[in-house]
């Protein structure tokens, strides 16, 4: 269910407290404050969509196509060996397989 926000109107006409309730899209706006009975209105406010970090862009940002293009070398464990692999990478300096340590090595060296 979507969640609405209303601003309670006090006496003088000033605005009160925001407050957020959850409700159908079928259902009438509130007209008063469910706890104090003031009379509140609707606000409008752009919806809150995640779209620029959402699981499908950070999936499309790391393919093997884009990590490459940018100049990285992508490496996946292998887990009967423990070796890892290059997946994705064009650099010469960058062996096709290497252990752990040497993973290390090549991250502290700035090779990788």
Known sequence: MPIYQYQEILPNGEDGECFEVSQRMSDPPLKVHPVTGRAVRKIFVAP?????????????????????????TRYEKDQ?????????GK???APDVVNANNL???QQKGLL
Not at 48 to 72: D, M, Q
Not at 80 to 88: E, P
């Open 80 to 88: 009967v060996s423990g070796m890892y692999h290059k997946t994705a």
């Open 104 to 106: 290390k090595k090549m």
């Open 48 to 72: 809150n969509l995640p779209t620029r970090y959402t699981e499908a862009a950070t999936k499309s940002k790391l393919t093997n196509e884009n990590v490459e293009k940018h100049g990285f």
């Open 91 to 93: 650099d010469k300096r």
